[in-house]
């Protein structure tokens, strides 16, 4: 497959929308023409804030900041299948699941501006919790609280997330394995982005990651993680078949990271840009957008208004950060320990005069 | 028109510096918000640096392969429209004025009661509201009456109010051993060692040194009962500095209690019952009990533990002592 970057070989994922944009199976995924549209201005919207990321990094407004780009489809795919109740464990890389959970986007960025640790939105009323920046030991907190779902005796579903990379962690393998055991309410999104940081999936794994799935127990299944309709539908029947307490399944949804690991990371010396540019040709929103324009859901109109809107958020939420004041230094030392060590507070003496 | 400085930004985690690889605009120009000023490497990346503001170029700070340090002036803007606004737009909750601490099953409670939360005063670690200040608000308890009825409590609160007077000017009685050093706790934290059918509980008055004896007979109560009825969370098992053992409540005279993790010292408090003591040179009938003190010897020597002791001693045998204690 000359046209799809190297990790996409193996078994064809699930697919709806060709790369063109051409329906290749059945479109009809159970959303309204609306909820369609909305698709494609979240898509929007999330490219247009993750590329002000980026600027706002350079500026020295954030500190550092790991983009999304080319994963939108797999983002808002699997986000906008969500019920208002169930609860996303995130990696650092889901602001565009963050968006449609929505989870404040200045409030977010405080993690990546440093102001804060954890961002301060509030996890419960958003229902997205923490960034989590260690990989994957988000995991085995997402399987605990699954239980903690079913002995609530709610039907709200757990929803992982984590990348290729994290595959490669025991915490994976811990959290899968009690999945299983324990037929828990959950569903493992993984998005095969071809890369953690420098290591190609290809030296991390040498298997398919959807088909470890059989091992744990439950079923498994590879989409196109650049075909949201794809994506959304492969999230819609794992939430409804956790939802019925028929226990977890493992998406994992092949796309591509466009962008650097995090603007503290220089991709060009570790891949070929022609490998970039064969994943910008499968790009996701141009993909669906042709595909909703020519399907008559939407016109260009609307296009040109979801971009409009995208750059007016971008500003606005740019302002917001900039505008957002550091909290008093002497919280670093106050909010760790309940009974700072003397070496703390000799470091608190020093940072603070 | 407003003159702005850009300073070079740290491009990566923690750099110091970054090279000017070229210019892409010229002094003089016009330029909009993000777009590309300047290429710059750094030890880990060549970047385009976007504009932070939408203006007209008044200078470049340095010219192409020159290292500019992190902070240092880079490009001076005159800055035309309000492209960015320098103010918030987005209000973002402080603690200081955002919801009091509390855990969500303390939350749920205050519903349940019918408990503002908000205008509870929390009297856990960090001010966080406990369920047992909730419970006190929806009862309108005020803690701050005065407790009339001295004999309506059992001695031990008297003990632990008296002790935790006693740790205030003997800090290494509320001290743990570490490998860095002996740390004195900020707050007296009194593990009470409970008896119950599945074995022996220390469940944890917090922040007793700002409590009332009432406070303290009343937390004891509820911590004893929750223990027996195995309720406790994991926070009332949580964060002892110093513990008490009533070795008494099942008619030892004395006792040597083991210490419980994160304490270094435990105080037994033998039974009650009278006893032939000399009073003013006659021997005489009085209720009394023996106090002992198991202690860590890294942390606090015989003559530290036996003045804390002393001193615990003289305080519950002086009536004008006892009546300074708070209520
Ligand atoms: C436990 C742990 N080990 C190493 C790292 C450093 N690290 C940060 S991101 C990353 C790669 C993660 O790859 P993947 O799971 O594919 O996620 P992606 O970055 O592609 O979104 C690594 C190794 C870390 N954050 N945590
Ligand atoms: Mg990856």
Redesign the interface.
């Given at each position: 497959m000359s046209d799809e970057p190297e990790h996409g070989a193996g078994t064809e994922p699930v697919r709806i929308l060709a790369p063109d944009g051409s329906p290749v199976g059945d479109a009809d995924v159970g959303l309204s023409p609306e909820e369609l549209r909305e698709l494609l201005r979240w898509m929007v919207l999330a490219r247009r804030l993750d590329r002000e990321c980026v600027a706002l990094q350079r500026q020295g407004e954030l500190t550092v900041y790991p983009g999304f780009e080319g994963q939108e489809a797999a983002q808002v795919g699997s986000a906008f299948a969500l019920g208002q109740l169930d609860f996303v464990w995130p990696t650092f890389r889901e602001l565009a699941v963050a968006l449609v959970r929505g989870v404040d986007a200045v409030q977010y960025l405080q993690y990546h501006r440093g102001t804060w640790h954890g961002g301060p939105y509030d996890p419960r009323a958003t229902r997205f919790g923490p960034i989590c920046i260690p990989i994957a030991t988000q995991l085995p907190h997402a399987a605990g609280y699954a239980l903690g779902q079913r002995l609530d005796g709610s039907d709200a579903v757990t929803m992982a997330y984590f990348g290729d990379g994290s595959t490669s962690e025991g915490d994976f393998h811990e959290a899968a394995n009690l999945a299983g055991v324990w037929r828990l309410p959950m569903v493992l999104f993984c998005q095969n982005n071809g890369w953690a940081i420098s290591l190609p999936s290809s030296e991390q794994t040498a298997g398919e990651i959807w088909r470890r799935a059989e091992g744990y127990g439950f079923p498994g299944v590879r989409v196109d993680g650049n075909d949201v309709l794809a994506v959304h539908r492969a999230t819609a029947r794992a939430l409804e078949r956790a939802r019925r307490g028929d226990g977890p399944t493992l998406i994992e949804a092949m796309t591509y990271r466009i962008g650097a690991h995090s603007t503290a990371d220089d991709a060009t010396r570790y891949r070929d840009d022609a490998e970039v540019e064969r994943a910008r040709a499968a790009d996701p929103i141009a993909r669906f957008r042709s595909w909703l324009l020519a399907a008559g859901h939407a016109d260009d109109r609307f296009v040109t208004a979801c971009e409009e809107q995208a750059d007016a958020f971008a500003l606005e939420v740019r302002t917001g950060v900039i505008a957002t004041p550091a909290p008093p230094a002497e919280w670093m030392f106050d909010w760790v320990y309940a009974d700072p060590p003397p070496s703390l507070g000799r470091q608190r003496d020093e940072a603070l005069g | 028109m407003a003159e702005r400085v850009?300073?070079m930004?740290?491009?990566?985690?923690g750099l110091e510096e970054g090279r000017i690889v070229r210019w892409l605009v010229a002094e003089g120009a016009t330029v909009e918000?993000?777009q590309p000023l300047v290429e710059v490497e750094t030890a880990?990346?060549?970047?385009?640096?976007?504009s932070?503001f939408a203006g007209v170029i008044q200078a470049l700070h340095g010219s192409d392969g020159e290292d500019v340090p992190v902070g240092r002036p880079l490009v001076t803007f005159e800055v035309t429209g309000g492209?960015?606004?320098?103010?918030?737009?987005?209000s973002?909750?402080?603690p200081s004025s955002g919801p009091v601490p509390a855990t969500?099953p303390v939350r749920k409670l205050a519903k349940e009661l019918g408990v503002d939360i908000q205008t509870v005063r929390g009297t856990g670690?960090?001010a966080r509201v406990t369920e047992e200040d909730v419970r006190s608000a929806a009862e309108g308890v005020n803690v701050t009456e005065p407790f009339r009825a001295e004999l309506g409590v059992s001695p031990l609160p008297v003990v632990v109010a008296a002790l935790c007077r006693v740790a205030t000017d003997h800090p290494l009685i509320n001290a743990r051993w570490?490998s860095?050093?002996i740390?004195a706790?900020?707050?007296i934290n009194v593990g009470l060692a409970i008896d119950t059918q599945r074995g022996l509980v220390v469940a944890v008055i917090h922040d007793a040194q700002a409590l009332g004896i009432a406070q303290i007979a009343a937390k004891s109560t509820r911590l004893a009962e929750g223990a027996r009825a195995g309720s406790l969370t994991p926070n009332d098992i949580a964060?002892a500095t110093i513990a008490v053992s009533n070795t008494g409540s099942y008619g030892s005279e004395a006792g040597t209690p083991i210490l419980a993790p994160g304490t270094s010292v435990t105080l037994a408090v033998g039974v009650i019952a009278d006893r032939a003591l000399v009073v003013d040179g006659q021997v005489v009938a009085r209720p009394a009990a023996t106090l002992s003190l198991t202690f860590d010897h890294r942390v606090l020597d015989g003559a530290a533990a036996g003045r804390a002791l002393t001193e615990l001693v003289d305080l519950l045998q002086s009536d004008e002592r006892l009546r300074d204690l708070p209520r």
């Open positions: - | 850009f300073a930004p740290d491009l990566g985690e918000l993000n880990k990346a060549v970047v385009e640096i976007p932070p492209a960015v606004a320098y103010h918030a737009m987005v973002v909750d402080q969500p670690t960090h570490s860095e050093a740390l706790a900020n707050a964060g």
